[in-house]
Structure formats: C-alpha cells, structure tokens
C-alpha cells in the first residue's frame, strides 16, 4: 500500500477537528455509567451539564471545550506499508496548522521561553508525534488527540525505590489524585505508568490517560491493579469538577514496562472528563475514520 | 454588582449573569501585575471569567463590535492564576471571579477583606457556555491574543455556583478535607488485596 501524503495532510487536518467536536462513544458511555450511580445531588446536576455539553457541540458543531490542547498524532504503520517517514510528519505538521488557520482553532501552542504564539498550533517538536509499528498488513492508523492542559499539567513522576514496593506505587496514584483534586476538570481517567526509565514511564502514562474506556492493561498483573485502583480512588469522594461526589474518575488505566533491578519508576498523567480522541485508518479500501 | 450584594451570597447559591464579563488569563495578569502594564477597561464592581477563547477576526460591525466573532469561549483552571486574586481586587476593584477548579486560600482572604466571590462553571463545558455569550464588545491587550483582555456581553450566563464566598466558606476547601480523610481507607483497600 502506497500513502497518499496530500490525503494524509487533510486527515490530520480532519481529525483535530473532529477530537474537538465529538467525543468517543466509549467516553459517553462513561457518563451514562457514573450518572447512573452517582449519589451526590451536586454532583448529578455537574455531570448532567457535562452531558448536556456533548449533545451542545454536537447541534452546534462547536468545540467540546475551549483548549484546543497541544495536539498529538499516533501513528502505527503496519507491514507492506510505502510511506516516506519525514514527509508523513511534515504533512501532519501541516494538517494541524491548517485546522487552526482554516477552523479557525484557539492555537495554545507557545515557544517554551519567549511565550510567542505563532497562531498555528504548532512549534519546535509540536504537534507531538509518536510513530509506532504493528503487525497488520497494509495499514496505516493516525489517532489525534487534542491533550488539555488542565489535566496535562497534573502530570507527575516518582522514581520510587524497589524497597518501597507496590505501596509507593498506590499511594503515589492516590496522593496525585488528591493533589489535582478539582484542577483536572474531573472525572478523569487516571494514567498511570510503571517501570521503564523515566521519560518512558512518563510516556506510558500518557498512553494509559488516552486508552479507549474499557480497554484493559495487556499485562494481567497490570489489569488486576488497574481494577483496584479504580476502586480507590473513587472512595476519595474529589467528585466531578471537584465539587464532592463519587464520580472522582472514569477509570485508572495502567501500563506497564520493565524496569532497571534499581528502579522503581511511577508516574500519573490524567485526561479531563472531556476525553477526546479521533482516528483515521488507511487501509487499500480506504480511509475509515473513527475513533 | 454591589459589596452589599457581595456579601449576602453564600457558598451553595447559585447565580446568573447578564451584561458585561471580562475574560482574563495567565499573559494579561502576568503583563498587569508583574510587567507595569495597564488596561483601559473598567473593571471595577464586574466579573472576570478565566479564559482564552476561540475567535475568529471579521470586519468590525453591530454583530462584532470589536472584529472578533467568538466561536467557542470556555473556562479554564483558576488556580494557576491564584496570585492574582489579592491585586485584581485591591488595584481593579473586581468583585467576582468565575472559574473552574477553585482558588485557594490567599483569595478566600482577599473575599472576606475586600467583598468578592468566586463562581463555579463547569469546566469543558465550552459549547454550552458559548451559547450565554452573546458578543466580544471590545478587546484590550491584543497583542497577547489570544490571551487578551477581552470584554463580553452575556445573557443568562450561569447557573454558577458560588463555591467561595466573603464569609471563609469554600466547597473546594470543604471537599479537599473530606477526600483527604479518605486517604487512608482507599490505601487500605489496595494493602488488603495484596
């Protein structure tokens, strides 16, 4: 399979708008399921906004939420696959600046020192691009996400020490959590990565934070803890936007690599309530997008 | 809004706004307060929101007086901004601040000093919020777009809930507690299972 870059140039354009407009029905039916056994009248009526928000951006074709984010793309390029990998990113690159212009898009991207804002969503190593491979013949799959800072900037790192053991992983997640409190536009879901070395354990965070809901750690271990974490943080009673109730978070998601003998690395990153994402796939018979 | 007025909400109320809303953000406070610049606009007795919108530059007209048509206008995490409560209060005489996520505890000093309130909207909840915003009226500070100074008109704009107030009350302070006690039985739990 040959890519078309010029077609990959419009989806990355397509797909950072549609993340900002229509949120996954995996994350809808989060809602539906915390509505259902939320118990707080406050918290009811806060999730019930959040709801009636999705239905809002949807009528009106406007965006979800004001912060267009630091936009990200995931590639997976699978096998038999013909794609020259610096035009790819060049053409993402382009994509997501003509969203912004031709939207047009708030651009929330500035230079890290200068605080300049070129209006384009873009800047030195931004939008983010991860590029991965997989197994799957002839396919090519971009996922964007949009990432808030609200919840971005709850984003945290222990190197734990081996002797502290699984309890510094649990209270670690459980002392972020009470940390971000309502900063992170709760319920959230709650990355959390273990093991690796610390940029990698970061990362894997982040891939835990912008899992679909329901998917679960491919590591059974990593699926057992993601179960009993989910479960603890939502004693915490933080609520949605904070504001007191049982809907602290959609789900913990977990994941996981091997670490050093030395090391025992923890890190959180979450995803606000407005958990957005969209996917596009090339395959022979064309692009199917989704989520 | 009066210090009268003010003083009588209590956490729990809620309110709704109609008129005049100044949207202000991290660069214009940082270029107010810590860089010596100033604005023109008035703010004294209004509501500021936390925001950065979404906008689109038109031709000035009756529809967009300042050349700006807003297409998406939400509200962002307060608590970053929290050193700014104590001057936009003493030095601009606002009385309330919209928000999501909460101030902390030098605000709720400043509340009970000087007569303010922070209102609590639903964050990422921008497309609901966009349709209360009835047109940007002006804009100052433009050339830290989009984090300017921009001033609003709204109708209906609410339900907000007041989650501070001039008497020392904060729900997020109240939640903050409550979740920190349980603490140690979420822990329990993840001991007890191994």
């Not at chain 1, 977990?254 to 670490?259: C, H, P, Y």
């Amino acid at each position: 399979m040959i890519v078309d870059l010029k077609q990959v140039e419009e989806v990355a354009r397509d797909l950072y708008i549609r993340a900002l407009k229509v949120l996954p029905d995996d994350v809808k039916a989060g809602f539906d399921r915390l509505s259902q056994s939320e118990t707080n009248d406050l918290a009811k009526s806060v999730l019930g906004t959040m709801v009636k928000n999705i239905a809002v951006a949807e009528e009106n074709s406007n965006l979800l939420c004001q912060d267009t984010g630091i936009p990200i793309y995931n590639v997976t390029i699978g096998r038999d696959v013909e794609v020259d990998g610096f035009e790819l990113k060049q053409a993402l690159r382009r994509g997501c600046e003509r969203a912004t212009k031709e939207h047009p898009l708030r651009s929330s991207v500035v230079h890290a020192l200068t605080r300049q804002n070129e209006h384009t969503s873009c800047g030195h190593l931004v939008p983010v691009i991860n590029i991965d491979f997989s197994n799957r013949k002839e396919s090519l799959e971009i996922e964007m996400i949009p990432k808030g800072s609200g919840s971005e900037n709850n984003t945290w790192l222990k190197m734990a020490l081996p002797a502290e053991g699984r309890n510094a992983i649990h209270e670690f997640v459980i002392d972020s959590v009470l940390e971000a409190g309502a900063k992170t536009c709760p319920p959230t879901i709650v990355g959390v990565g273990i093991g690796g070395t610390g940029d990698l354990c970061v990362h894997l965070a982040k891939k835990a934070a912008t899992r679909p809901l329901g998917s679960r750690c491919e590591d059974p271990e990593g699926a057992e803890l993601e179960e009993k974490l989910s479960e603890a943080v939502n004693k915490l009673g933080v609520g949605p936007q904070g504001l007191g109730g049982n809907a602290t978070a959609f789900a913990v998601h977990v994941e996981l690599a091997a670490t050093h003998i030395t090391m025992n690395p923890v890190a959180v990153n979450m995803q606000c309530h407005s958990a957005r994402r969209a996917k596009a796939t090339f395959t022979p018979v064309g692009i199917d997008v989704g989520f | 809004m009066s210090e009268e007025f003010i003083r009588s909400l209590r956490i729990g109320d809620t309110v709704s706004l109609n008129g005049t809303l100044f949207g202000i953000r991290d660069a214009n406070q940082i270029h107010m307060f810590d860089k010596g610049r100033t604005t023109r606009f008035d703010l004294s007795g209004h509501a500021v929101i936390h925001t950065a919108p979404n906008v689109q530059k038109v031709e000035p007209s009756d529809e967009y007086p300042a050349g700006y048509r807003h297409i998406c206008v939400g509200t962002t995490t307060s608590a970053r901004m929290e050193r700014f409560t104590q001057p936009l209060m003493a030095q601009y005489g606002v009385k309330a601040i919209i928000g999501k996520g909460g101030l902390l505890q030098d605000s709720l000093a400043a509340f009970q000093q000087m007569g303010g309130v922070y209102l609590a909207i639903v964050g990422g909840a921008a497309a609901l919020e966009t349709t209360w915003v009835e047109a940007i009226e002006d804009v100052d500070l433009d050339d830290l777009n989009p984090e300017s100074l921009w001033k609003f008109r709204v109708k209906g704009f609410g339900p907000l809930m007041v989650a501070m107030d001039s008497h020392g009350g904060s729900l997020y302070e109240n939640v903050r507690k409550v979740a920190q006690s349980y603490r140690e039985e979420a822990l329990r739990g993840l001991k007890a299972k191994g």
